[in-house]
C-alpha cells in the first residue's frame, strides 16, 4: 500500500510537470480541442501563395505555414472540432471545403509565411515571418450538457461555462451551434445554456431514488481521445448525500471523468435523477489517507436542478413515477438524443 501511495505522489508529479512543459513554450500545435484545416499543400512558396489567394476569397484567416519537411500548407484555423465532417459544418457559411482538406493538429508546422487579405492581397511580405507569441492563450474547457425543452435549453454545470468568451454546442450530426448562458447558480454548479437548436427528446427529471439504485451517466469524457459519439457507463447510487453529508448530492459508482461534468445520470427507467457534477480527487486522498478510492464520484439531484430551472421560469416535463424499466442500450440511446457536448472558450 505504501508502494502505490508513492506511485501515485510521483503520477502526480509528472502530470503536473508534464503539463507546465506543454504550456511554456510557443508552437503551432492546436490545442487539444482544436484542430487545424489543411485546406492543399503545395512544395513551392510561391504556388502556396497563389492558391492561398484563391482560398481567400472563398473563406476568412487563410494563411500559409511551412512544414518540418520544406512543403507549405494552406491551413485555416486552429477551430474547435474533432472531424473533418464538424470543420466542413463549421465552414459551411462560408463555403464548401475542398477534397483535399483534411485535420491535423499542426506538430509539425514551423512558421507561418503569408497572410493573404481580405480579398487575396498580401498583407505581408511572401519573405518568412514569425508570428509574435500570444499573451495569454485561450483556454479551452469541455464537458457535457442535456436538452430539458423542445426549445433548446441546456442544462450543465456552471463551471463548465463560467468566464465562456465563446460557448459551442455540439449535438449529434447538428452543425455546432454558439450557445449563450441564460442563467448560473454557482452555489449548486448549475447553468442554462440557450441554443437555436431544436431537439426531437429532452430529459425528464425526477426527484425520487434509492439508495443501492442502479444509475446510468452519459457524457463526452477526454473529448479527441475517447468516442465522439459519447461515453456510457454504469453503476450505483452509493449514498445519498456528499462530501459532509451534503444533501444535494448522491454519491454514485459510475465511472465519470473530465468532460463528464454537466451530463445526465439516469436511472433505470430513463429519467434523469442527477447532473454529474466531480469526482473525488484520488491523489489528494492517497496523500492524505494512504488509500487510493476507487469509483468515488457524485451528482446534483434531481430536484435542486429542477428547482433552479423552474426559477427562471422555464416550464419542463415530469417524470411518471410508475415508468417501467428499461435495458441498459436503450437508456444509452436515449440519453444521446437528449446530451450534447459543450466547449467553452475563456
Request: net charge negative; with cysteine; proline share 6%.
Amino acid at each position: 500500500m505504501v508502494r502505490l501511495f508513492v506511485h501515485a505522489v510521483l503520477l502526480a508529479f509528472l502530470l503536473q510537470f508534464t503539463v507546465i512543459s506543454a504550456a511554456s513554450a510557443y508552437s503551432l500545435e492546436a490545442r487539444e480541442f482544436e484542430r487545424w484545416v489543411i485546406l492543399d499543400g503545395k512544395n513551392n512558396l510561391d504556388d502556396a501563395v497563389a492558391l492561398a489567394g484563391e482560398m481567400a476569397r472563398r473563406f476568412k484567416g487563410v494563411q500559409v505555414i511551412r512544414n518540418e519537411n520544406g512543403w507549405f500548407s494552406i491551413c485555416l484555423g486552429p477551430v474547435p472540432v474533432q472531424t473533418i465532417t464538424e470543420a466542413r459544418r463549421w465552414f459551411e457559411a462560408q463555403s464548401s471545403l475542398p477534397d483535399t482538406a483534411y485535420l491535423a493538429r499542426g506538430a509539425k508546422l514551423v512558421e507561418i509565411v503569408y497572410r493573404p487579405g481580405s480579398a487575396g492581397a498580401p498583407v505581408a511580405s511572401s519573405a518568412p515571418i514569425n508570428p509574435p507569441p500570444p499573451a495569454e492563450p485561450a483556454h479551452h474547457v469541455v464537458g457535457t450538457g442535456f436538452f430539458i425543452t423542445s426549445k433548446g435549453h441546456m442544462l450543465t454545470n456552471a463551471h463548465v461555462v463560467s468566464g465562456c468568451t465563446t460557448v459551442s454546442v455540439f449535438h449529434g450530426t447538428d452543425a455546432p451551434r454558439t450557445g449563450r448562458v441564460l442563467a448560473q447558480d454557482k452555489t449548486n454548479d448549475l447553468a442554462i445554456i440557450a441554443t437555436e437548436l431544436t431537439p426531437d427528446a429532452v430529459a425528464v427529471l425526477h426527484g425520487t431514488v434509492r439508495l443501492g439504485e442502479q444509475v446510468e451517466a452519459f457524457g463526452f469524457p477526454f473529448s479527441g481521445l475517447l468516442s465522439s459519439g459519447g461515453n456510457f457507463t454504469l453503476g450505483n447510487v452509493t449514498a445519498l448525500t456528499g462530501l459532509r453529508d451534503d444533501s444535494r448530492i448522491l454519491q454514485i459508482s459510475a465511472p465519470v471523468q473530465p468532460g463528464n461534468s454537466g451530463g445526465p445520470l439516469l436511472d433505470e427507467a430513463g429519467r434523469v435523477v442527477g447532473v454529474v457534477v466531480s469526482k473525488l480527487n484520488a491523489i489528494k486522498v492517497a496523500i492524505a489517507t494512504e488509500d487510493m478510492p476507487q469509483n468515488v464520484n457524485f451528482a446534483i439531484k434531481a430536484n435542486v436542478a429542477q428547482s433552479f430551472v423552474e426559477s427562471q421560469g422555464i416550464t419542463i416535463r415530469g417524470a411518471p413515477e410508475d415508468a417501467p424499466a428499461m435495458r441498459p442500450p436503450d437508456i444509452a440511446e436515449l440519453a444521446r438524443s437528449f446530451t450534447g457536448r459543450v466547449e467553452c472558450v475563456q
